[in-house]
């Protein structure tokens, strides 16, 4: 991702606030009409109400005509009913796009999250940009962006209500004659001084706003990536049953206990930092708009002691020149405002905007019953993204259907890096791979994938129901997940709970959820992978952490399930694998023997060879 703390011109200001108010318009279409229509009648009330008050007791104070004062005060309960009724209508349609308006912008972006490339989806930078976005969506972004844009309206219906009732305040002047410092006081030019300074006072809130602003915005990015550590150590860590023996056995206790201290430090400095900013920045404005409301307060007092105007001119002046330069000096703080905020919607955009570097191709995949789908790898490299080393290395490799093929090396030799190829999680740096002769990438993507199941060593079930989980879906296929079930040997255990395939996996949102151990959690993502019922199956070490004689026996099983279809098993233990027709060598990256078990042995300086008799002697000698 680019830095965003570049400076932008005003017109890439202005297209980015546009762009963010079309994409806001596109969540709740009509909040943004509804919250301007609601400042209009709410500032209209308001204009209407010091008008009308003033013109009253201008009256009472006055002609006193009993048909004017009736006249009057119809008026201003008409005008407050009508008015009253209109900005409750908008408010509160408005307030419901308010409530759901957030919610709707993590949908969008979760959208996005979930349809970008899987390199990116597992960039921890590009991560961390998503929850930095969600944590600082109270201080910036989209919504900040709506509701600093709806306060400009009302600031400018204000100010214009303001103006029309200050219309003849520059002419109001003291029938007495007046000298020195008085008649400068009563003067249009002191009054005209007085709208300049208040343009002055806005100026400068402007300015204090931005600076105070930029400087909230870097202190603000800073506090996603602490609270991210102090999750880790409260709710991931100690959430997390499993890492409780550690905590225990190791008495991890204060270590752990800690690293949330410091993270704690940091994050309430930042906060701290946060606060003392924000202080800084209402002080100086208060002071600012203290200043001018005492000036006003003076100015309009001493005019209606010489004369200028009775009491009702008074109320008609005095509030809306406080209002007028409320308003105008917050019109300049809410402009400034939107200038910081674009700090954080440049960050939104950016994340929008990463682009999709896949070919998602167009051709659907043939649909064939006997699963006749060949694939060949043609001298395919590989690095990942941000790496030198090369993954995988000038690999050239043909599946043929109906295969069982083990894919075996030592930890790091590339065998699931070849996977994640074969399924498109990432595409060759080098080379190309085909699917019964037409490149991969030309395929659409969604209809490739249709193809293969895997089991991943680090498999995810989620916090769904039984079949949820097993089909993967929320609609399902109750025969056929029970059918999987059974085949991965799951059967009997999800009959005797509670729900059977409704019941919840793991506790996190039911009480009666289940907890599972390790062992059936495999058998569930086994039974997933059969569920998906895909032409290429793959185990790449789902059961590392069992004895390599339960594996092998996992193993045999699940090659007895898949009948037909093309198979991949993934170990660093040979003998898991050894009834596998084929079996694959990899090293450093590169494909180095490719042969049956027997084959393989037979050349004994191979690396086969080498590691057979390595973990056969450990076999011997721990008496597996
Ligand atoms: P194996 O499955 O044989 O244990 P992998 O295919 O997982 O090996 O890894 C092959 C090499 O690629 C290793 O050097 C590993 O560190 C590196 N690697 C794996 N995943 C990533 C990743 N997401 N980013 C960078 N390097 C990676």
Redesign the pocket.
Known sequence: MKSSEKSRTLNQEINLIIRGLKLFSTFTPHFISYSIGYSFFESLSWFLNIFLAAELVDEVTGERSLQRLIILLCLLAFSQVVLMVLCKFCYNKARVGDLISKQWTEVYLNNKSFSMDY?NM?DPKIRLERQSITKNADVGGLNILVNTFIELFYDIFQIIGGLILLSDFLVKRSPKILTGISAFADSSLCAVCFFILMVAAAVGSYFISEKYGKKIYTVQRRIPVVERMMRYYTDDYLDDSKSCKDVHIFNQKNLILKSFENAFVNWRELNKQTAEIGLKKGATNRIITGSLVTIIYLFVAFKAYVGAFGLGGFIKYVEPLERLMYCVTHFAESTASLKSNNLYLEKVFEYIDIPTDMHYGTIPTEKRMDNKYDIEFHNVSFR????D?Y??KNLNLKFKVGDRIA?V????????????LLCRLYDPTEGYITLNGIDIQKYDYEDYLKLFSVVF?DFKLFSFSVGENVAASIDYDEEKVWSSLEKAGMLERVKAMPKGLKTPVYKDFEEDGVEISGGEAQKLAIARALYKDAAFVIL??PTASLDPIAEHEIYSRFNDMVKDKTAVY?S?RLSSCRFCDRILV?NN?QLIQDGSHENLLENSDGKYSELWNAQAQYYAETKV
């Open positions: 390199k597992e990942y993204p941000g790496t080393k993954a995988i894919v090396g030592m930890n790091g030799s590339g065998k699931t890096t070849m996977i994640k060593q790449d070490e993934i660093h990899f990256g």
